[in-house]
């Protein structure tokens, strides 16, 4: 798919990996619509687009809420079109080891709120935005595309019960969807982050970024870009579907 002039939501668009793909795919000509819950982190996403001379607007909208997923995709399509690409990128992680035990006595466990509150955002809400992702490219007669973003966190992850499930899912959503929509000219793809210099990870300690970077055999985090990269070429290669991209540096050889 040729990304000039196509309109393509991006959930958690305003912040971290999700502007950086939405800076890397407007830069090649898409207009953009850029959906997430806070309204000044949008308003500020959009300008300093603007600046970059590439078309973007806002959508507040709660991924993990159905009524506010159906408004938020009518409205892009009211104000900018029907869409031709829908990258699922909002995400959380409210990490906790599943039990924590001392001296034979279990005395921490992840609440069901924890684990029910990433499942939500971070599975619920790729269904409800790919659904109607689908269901507005199919009413619109044309073909499209859906990007999932994951994790290799998928593959598990201590202190991620919730998380890896979630990322796990994830990734079996675009399988599925592949073969479901793939009669209608809608392709997908998954792509998997590994450790990404974003401002979650500036904000860890020092030594501790050390450690991680030196896990990778890259030696080093990966940039934003590199994940704008890989969700671009999903978009352009039109005999990709239903697989996924691992931009993880090596850390899963």
């Given at each position: 798919m040729k990304l000039d002039g196509r309109?393509?939501?991006i959930t958690g668009g305003a912040r971290g990996l999700g502007y950086a793909v939405a800076l890397h795919l407007g830069q090649r000509g898409a207009r953009l619509a850029l959906m997430d819950i806070s309204g000044d982190a949008l308003d500020d996403a959009v300008s300093?687009?603007?600046?970059?001379?590439?078309?973007?607007?806002?959508v507040i909208v709660d991924v993990a809420d159905e009524a506010s997923v159906e408004q938020a995709f009518a409205q892009i399509a009211d104000t900018q079109g029907p869409i031709s690409?829908?990258?699922?990128?909002?995400?959380?992680?409210?990490?906790?080891?599943m039990v924590k035990a001392k001296q034979g006595q279990v005395d921490k466990r992840m609440s069901l709120a924890a684990w029910q509150r990433v499942i939500d955002i971070?599975?619920?809400?790729?269904?409800?935005?790919?659904?109607?992702?689908?269901?507005?490219?199919?009413?619109?007669?044309?073909?499209?595309v859906i990007v999932n973003i994951s994790s290799i966190s998928k593959a598990g992850n201590p202190g991620q019960s919730?998380?890896?499930?979630?990322?796990?899912?994830?990734?079996?959503?675009?399988?599925?969807?592949?073969?479901?929509?793939?009669?209608?000219?809608?392709?997908?793809?998954?792509?998997?982050?590994?450790?990404?210099?974003?401002?979650?990870?500036?904000?860890?300690?020092?030594d501790m970024l050390e450690r991680i970077a030196s896990r990778v055999p890259l030696k080093r985090l990966g940039e934003p870009d590199n994940?704008?990269?890989?969700?671009?070429?999903?978009?352009?290669?039109?005999?990709?579907?239903g697989r996924i991209i691992e931009c993880d540096g090596g850390l899963r050889l």
């Open positions: 309109v393509i939501a300093a687009l603007a600046r970059e001379g590439i078309d973007a607007r806002g690409g829908c990258i699922n990128n909002a995400g959380i992680t409210d990490d906790a080891l971070n599975l619920t809400g790729v269904f409800l935005c790919g659904r109607e992702a689908a269901t507005q490219m199919i009413e619109a007669n044309q073909t499209g919730n998380y890896a499930a979630a990322k796990a899912g994830v990734h079996a959503l675009t399988v599925t969807w592949a073969s479901e929509l793939a009669r209608y000219g809608i392709r997908t793809g998954t792509v998997a982050p590994g450790f990404i210099d974003t401002e979650m990870t500036a904000s860890m300690r020092p994940i704008a990269q890989s969700v671009a070429f999903v978009f352009e290669n039109d005999y990709f579907s």
